[in-house]
C-alpha cells in the first residue's frame, strides 16, 4: 500500500481523484471547450512517485507533458457535502505533477474513449510531502511554479481555478465517496509542455513545498 507523508505521519493512501479543465488558459491552449461540470478522472495509488525519484515514459507513448497542480489530503469521509464544509474534510496539502501522455490521450478522446491509460502510468503523479492545512492561510492565493532544466514552463495562481477547491470537493462527493487518505488533484495552468529523457522538473507551490524528479 502506497503512504504519504503529513507532518511526520504515513497516510495511506486510497484513490487519486483528478480535475481537468479547470483553469481557463490551460483550456485554450489545448483547444478544449469549458465544461459545464467538472471533469473527473482518477490515477491510482500506484501512480505515486515520491519527489527524487525517476519518471518512467511508457514505450506506447512519444509525447508525455508536465502539469503542475495543488493536491489536497482528504481527512475524512465525504459523501455530498456542501461547499460551505468541504475544509472541514481537508487533512492538507501538497505539490503534485499530473504527468499525461497527450498523444494517447488524443487518440483516446477522438475516439471517445477513456483516458486512463494516458493518465495513470506508474510514476504518472510525482507528489511531496504534505502539509497540514492550517500551514496555508488562503489555498485559493498560492503560485504554482515549474521549471524544466531550470526553464520556467508553468507559472501560475490558484486563484485562477475556474471551480474553487470548496466547490470541487463538493461536486466529486455527489459523484463518489472521499475517504480518510484520498488525494484531490485540483488541476493545471497552462504553460504545459513536452518533457524528454534527461530532463529536471522541479515543482513549487508557495506555502505548500517543491518537488524535484528526472526522466529516466
Given at each position: 500500500m502506497r503512504k504519504v507523508k503529513l507532518d511526520g505521519r504515513e497516510i495511506p493512501v486510497g484513490k487519486i481523484v483528478c480535475i481537468g479543465r479547470n483553469y481557463s488558459e490551460h483550456i485554450k491552449e489545448l483547444g478544449n471547450q469549458p465544461p459545464d461540470k467538472p471533469v473527473i478522472f482518477m490515477k491510482p495509488a500506484s501512480a505515486i512517485l515520491a519527489s527524487g525519484g525517476t519518471v518512467i515514459i511508457p514505450a506506447y507513448s512519444n509525447e508525455c507533458h508536465h502539469?503542475?497542480?495543488l493536491a489536497v489530503l482528504i481527512g475524512k469521509e465525504a459523501r455530498?457535502?456542501?461547499a460551505d464544509q468541504a475544509f472541514s474534510h481537508v487533512a492538507g496539502y501538497a505539490v503534485a505533477l499530473d504527468l499525461t501522455l497527450r498523444d494517447v490521450?488524443?487518440?483516446q478522446k477522438a475516439k471517445g474513449l477513456p483516458w486512463e491509460i494516458a493518465k495513470a502510468f506508474g510514476t504518472s503523479c510525482p507528489l511531496s510531502d504534505f502539509v497540514?492545512?492550517?500551514r496555508v492561510s488562503n489555498p485559493q492565493?498560492?503560485?504554482l511554479k515549474l521549471t524544466v532544466n531550470g526553464e520556467v514552463r508553468q507559472d501560475g495562481n490558484t486563484e485562477d481555478m475556474m471551480l474553487p477547491i470548496a466547490e470541487l470537493i463538493s461536486a466529486v462527493s455527489e459523484y463518489f465517496t472521499l475517504e480518510e487518505g484520498d488525494i484531490l488533484l485540483t488541476?493545471?495552468?497552462s504553460g504545459v509542455g513536452r518533457i524528454c529523457s534527461g530532463d529536471r522538473l522541479e515543482a513549487s507551490i508557495e506555502q505548500v513545498g517543491s518537488l524535484t524528479v528526472t526522466v529516466g
Amino acid at each position: 500500500m502506497r503512504k504519504v507523508k503529513l507532518d511526520g505521519r504515513e497516510i495511506p493512501v486510497g484513490k487519486i481523484v483528478c480535475i481537468g479543465r479547470n483553469y481557463s488558459e490551460h483550456i485554450k491552449e489545448l483547444g478544449n471547450q469549458p465544461p459545464d461540470k467538472p471533469v473527473i478522472f482518477m490515477k491510482p495509488a500506484s501512480a505515486i512517485l515520491a519527489s527524487g525519484g525517476t519518471v518512467i515514459i511508457p514505450a506506447y507513448s512519444n509525447e508525455c507533458h508536465h502539469e503542475i497542480e495543488l493536491a489536497v489530503l482528504i481527512g475524512k469521509e465525504a459523501r455530498n457535502i456542501p461547499a460551505d464544509q468541504a475544509f472541514s474534510h481537508v487533512a492538507g496539502y501538497a505539490v503534485a505533477l499530473d504527468l499525461t501522455l497527450r498523444d494517447v490521450q488524443n487518440v483516446q478522446k477522438a475516439k471517445g474513449l477513456p483516458w486512463e491509460i494516458a493518465k495513470a502510468f506508474g510514476t504518472s503523479c510525482p507528489l511531496s510531502d504534505f502539509v497540514t492545512k492550517d500551514r496555508v492561510s488562503n489555498p485559493q492565493q498560492l503560485r504554482l511554479k515549474l521549471t524544466v532544466n531550470g526553464e520556467v514552463r508553468q507559472d501560475g495562481n490558484t486563484e485562477d481555478m475556474m471551480l474553487p477547491i470548496a466547490e470541487l470537493i463538493s461536486a466529486v462527493s455527489e459523484y463518489f465517496t472521499l475517504e480518510e487518505g484520498d488525494i484531490l488533484l485540483t488541476g493545471t495552468p497552462s504553460g504545459v509542455g513536452r518533457i524528454c529523457s534527461g530532463d529536471r522538473l522541479e515543482a513549487s507551490i508557495e506555502q505548500v513545498g517543491s518537488l524535484t524528479v528526472t526522466v529516466g
